[in-house]
């Protein structure tokens, strides 16, 4: 299930979906670069990216492209750490990240409801500064997380459109 709302001060983008896993499979799907690698990737996107960070709360993390250059299109700064329930961060262009007033925020919590089911919520707001950016993430977001849903459930992403070349 997907949201986005548009009020006059505070538009947000949620996503609940349901897994057949574990909180701590999904956690570590949101820790380690490996397995993120492999689902952090749109059906149409050129590369993955990953999330580097020690998750540490104050510490900063750098979403870099896995191609070599380790390119950083997004970056912030973790606010809470929680394992394997939940992580704040903040969400900004490299180019304002000194500017807290054009950071977004992200919080995913992780929540086992019965054995072997999780319902996972990503919510991105703080995105009235920024039209753009909740265009951005109103696509990205639906991608990533149905891949990782995908991944966990099955072992094995969603087919991809091959590069041009």
């Given amino acids: 299930m997907t949201t986005t709302t548009t009020s006059p001060t505070k538009p947000s983008f ?3 979906t349901y897994i057949a ?3 701590e499979k999904v956690w570590q799907a949101f820790m380690d670069t490996d397995i993120m690698a492999q689902y952090w990737v749109g059906p149409t996107s050129e590369c993955a990216r990953v999330n580097v960070s020690d998750w540490k ?3 900063t993390w750098q979403h870099q492209r ?3 250059t ?3 299109d997004i970056c912030g700064k ?3 750490c929680k394992p394997p329930s939940r992580l704040v961060y903040t969400w900004a262009r490299p180019s304002e990240a000194d500017d807290e007033t054009k950071h977004s925020r992200v919080e995913i919590d992780i929540e086992q ?3 072997g089911l999780v319902r996972l919520t990503v919510s991105h707001v703080d995105l009235e500064k920024d039209p753009q950016m909740l265009a951005g993430i109103s696509g990205g977001w639906p991608a990533v997380l149905s891949n990782l849903k995908t991944l966990l459930e ?3 992403v969603l087919p991809r459109v091959a590069a041009a070349g």
């Fill in 57 to 59: 709360p104050g510490s």
């Fill in 66 to 68: 896995v191609d070599g």
């Fill in 21 to 23: 896993t574990t909180p």
């Fill in 154 to 156: 099955t072992g094995h």
């Fill in 70 to 72: 380790h390119t950083v």
């Fill in 14 to 16: 949620v996503y609940v």
């Fill in 113 to 115: 409801r019965i054995d």
């Fill in 78 to 80: 973790v606010v809470e």
